[in-house]
């Protein structure tokens, strides 16, 4: 789910984060925008992609027969450009949300099936749940809004004292997880709106996400800190080992066993890590756009596919990849 499964100000990120180990090159490429992406979602199976651009609106990929399925809108200008999109588990609906206002879409179909314009403050992050009856998107205020789109229920959660950056939805909308510039990660109940665990970081927590067969969830931090949780008990069961001072992540996904996860960043790379060793086992590097200046990519969501054979990326340079996938220990 993306990402923001990805934020707005890291599509403009030149950080370069020094890595060591071999980086493999993709098995095959597609075109997926002209002109690169501004924000891009991977379904959970990888069988569609979502592209938001300035030069074509906002296009959902079929990436079993590699064909544009539907063009959803123009985007009329860089100031009201989608910046975050996500699907639901069950690839049934997405969800696209400029500052103030985000729409519900059909996948199946390609229709709308709701537009929603908030009142304050400025959407940061936003997921869907299944069927597309629920929303969940964190606002510039440091409030996180749950929304069942169906009845109409909505909760503010306020357990975040400054501005949210990211959130994660279960798919079946009754658990959000949502990191905010406060140093903390919430695991709370979108039915009753109480906390269940807090998780806390050294520094703001700048990516989340729920194992979808809610065992595990994922925070990072701005800085060195990249955790696994157990959501039964709240424990630590893991953390990334890395070495890198600093190390962002723009992306991340459970795999279905919960035994590995992968990471993508905004200098290109791609991770594959054993759980809950927090070991990297197999790196890998997106492909910058040609021609582009500084020569780097921001790794926009990740998706495991063809039986977990393969990875499927989007990044920030329009191009989606596939790499392969060696020697995994399942």
Not at 29 to 35: D, F, G, V
Not at 58 to 82: C, G, M, R, T
Not at 186 to 215: C, E, K
Request: contains cysteine.
């Amino acid at each position: 789910m993306s990402i923001f499964r990805t934020f707005l100000y890291l599509l403009s990120c030149t950080l370069l984060v020094s890595c060591t180990g071999p980086k493999e090159d993709a098995i095959a490429s597609y075109e997926h925008s002209a002109k690169g992406s501004f924000a891009s979602a991977v379904s959970h199976d990888g069988k569609y992609s979502i592209i938001s651009s300035i030069h074509h609106g906002v296009a959902l990929w079929d990436n079993q027969q590699q064909v544009l399925k539907y063009q959803w809108f123009q985007q009329p200008n860089e100031e009201s450009l989608v910046h975050t999109v996500a699907f639901s588990f069950d690839d049934s609906h997405a969800v696209t949300a400029e500052k103030t206002t985000f729409a519900i879409w059909d996948v199946t179909t390609g229709k709308n099936t709701g537009y929603y314009k908030i009142k304050t403050a400025t959407i940061r992050d936003i997921a869907i749940s299944n069927q597309g009856q629920s929303v969940l998107y964190g606002r510039s205020d440091n409030v996180v809004v749950y929304l069942n789109l169906t009845t109409g229920r909505r909760i503010e959660f306020l357990g975040h004292q400054e501005k949210i950056n990211v959130v994660d939805l279960s798919p079946n909308g009754n658990f959000a997880l949502s990191g905010s510039n406060d140093y903390a990660a919430y695991f709370w109940d979108t039915r009753t709106g109480q906390v269940t665990h807090r998780f806390n970081h050294p520094s703001r927590v700048t990516q989340v996400a729920l194992d979808p067969q809610g065992r595990y969830a994922f925070t990072a931090d701005s800085m060195a800190q990249a955790h696994v949780w157990q959501l039964t008990t709240g424990d630590l069961v893991g953390k990334l080992e890395y070495i890198a001072r600093q190390k962002i992540f723009t992306a991340v996904r459970f795999n279905q066993a919960g035994n590995l996860l992968v990471t993508g960043s905004p200098n290109r790379l791609v991770d594959l890590w054993q759980l809950p060793s927090g070991k990297k086992i197999q790196s890998w590097l997106v492909a910058p756009r040609e021609g582009s200046r500084p020569k780097s990519a921001v790794v926009l969501d990740v998706a495991f596919t063809d039986n977990e054979t393969q990875l499927l990326t989007e990044s920030s340079s329009g191009i989606a990849e596939r790499f392969k996938l060696t020697a995994v220990d399942k």
